[in-house]
């Protein structure tokens, strides 16, 4: 059994076999934007210093520039035996975790990132970073979890044993890691049909597939370990990837129902919405941390708006929009699920990223197939318009052909009358 508390909380105790075992409301929480402070420290800091992780989910807003969190948590394990266990932490865009354990000289650093365990210590990286703790019989162990965060993190984190969390996360990371694999594809078939057609719906279908991938790329942790020790660059790259998948979602739209001819105030509309996703991001950026609070809501009710969009040209009539209507339903359906995951309402072990490239990847799909069916439409007018030019030419020179049949017809005679003359 194990046993995990902080400062007054009452004891946490779970048997084994009931693993993951959720930290919260058994994790203190200090927040060091200075990010000077030592362990040491921090641990001299008055119990009123920290606040309870309470509720099913916490989102702390941290700034561009990025923050320590600093957890502090007491593990014990009961058992007379050894145990190895493994702290998993589910925030989606950490840098660097260092566990600082209490002796009897103050704390002490005994795992960090990079040193003592790799972020890539997972068959497949997604989402976390996984610390590994070993227990001796009737140990008890008095932690400091020094977390690195840009710009926001979420505080689901939990205790595993080994098998736990194979368990747990195989087949979400294995999920995530095709829907990535998906994306590519599908972006690389439109580019190479846009590189023959040259048609600007498809370039606009590739900006939006490329963009949310490298932001499900990031958000999900795997784009991260691209510049690993680089947490600046890490949130930068992700902002900008959610604030162009945003944007180009819109252009997409937009240039997939042909709002500029058949509804051009929703066109405006939906091209300056685009502009202030753009705008914001770069202000955010810019360390202005309030920025976040505007355009985090118009990431959200972007699919609402798209569905709404969709629902009034699809509802005359159009086929084709009618399926595109589906995929923003899907696109809809994910995003709002994922909110509620974020906010706390609900509380799985694995969240909104999965959640979000399910949906984003179902849609995608079936945007696919509707440009498939957009351009058969499309080919189908062509071939129509053409079959009845070609009637019109051939009426025209039907006619042609007659009228000089017919001069001819009256000409002949009228010439022997003249020459009779």
């Known amino acids: 059994m194990i046993t995990a508390s902080y400062a007054e909380a009452a004891p946490l105790i779970a048997d084994p076999g009931i693993f ?55 593990i014990f394990n009961p058992l007379d035996q050894y145990q190895p266990l493994f702290l998993d932490f589910n925030f989606p865009h950490i840098n660097r975790i260092e566990i600082f354990q209490r002796n009897s000289t103050g704390y002490e650093a005994v795992s960090r990132t990079g040193s003592d365990y ?11 970073l996984l610390a590994p703790l070993t227990f001796e019989p009737l140990e008890q162990k008095d932690l400091l979890i020094k977390i690195r965060a840009a710009a926001a993190v979420d505080l689901p984190a939990y205790l595993h044993n080994e098998h736990s969390y194979q368990d747990t996360y195989f087949l979400p990371d294995l999920l995530l890691h095709a829907i990535l694999g998906l994306y590519l ?9 846009y590189s023959r057609n040259r048609d600007v719906l498809y370039l606009a279908f590739c900006a939006m597939t490329f963009a949310r991938l490298a932001y499900d790329s990031y958000l999900s942790g795997i784009g991260q370990l691209i510049t690993a020790d680089d947490i600046w660059w890490n ?73 709404l969009s969709a629902f009034s040209i699809a509802r005359k009539g159009d086929r084709s929009a009618q399926l595109y209507l589906y995929g923003t339903a899907l696109t809809l359906f994910s995003v709002q699920w ?8 609900y509380d799985p072990v694995f969240n909104f990223p999965l959640w979000s490239a399910v949906g984003y990847s179902l849609s995608y799909i079936i945007f696919t197939y509707s440009m498939a069916r957009r351009m058969e439409e499309l080919q189908n007018r062509a071939n129509e318009a053409s079959r009845e030019l070609a009637i019109a030419l051939a009426r025209a020179e039907a006619k042609s052909s007659f009228l000089a049949n017919m001069s001819h017809e009256i000409r002949t005679p009228l010439n022997g009358v003249i020459g009779m003359i």
């Open 20 to 74: 993951p075992l959720a930290l919260k409301p058994h994790v203190a929480l200090y927040i060091d934007d200075t990010l000077e402070l030592t362990a040491d420290q921090v641990a001299a800091l008055p119990s009123g210093a920290f606040d309870p992780v309470s509720g099913h989910g916490e989102i702390i807003g941290l700034g561009i520039q990025s923050g320590n969190v600093w957890l502090k948590l007491q």
């Open 118 to 128: 790799s972020t890539h210590n997972r068959p497949l990286k997604a989402r976390t």
């Open 185 to 193: 594809a599908i972006g690389l078939y439109h580019l190479i049909i």
């Open 235 to 307: 949130s930068v790259a992700m902002n900008y990837a959610g604030g162009f998948a945003s944007a180009s979602a819109i252009w997409f739209h937009v240039v997939f129902l042909g709002l500029k001819e058949k509804a051009p105030g929703q066109a405006r509309a939906l091209n300056w919405y685009a502009i202030a996703i753009l705008v914001l991001t770069q202000i955010y950026i810019l360390d202005v941390p309030e920025a976040l609070l505007l355009v985090l809501p118009l990431h959200v009710a972007m699919p609402f708006l798209l569905f």
């Open 338 to 345: 994922s909110t509620l995951s974020m906010l706390g309402v």
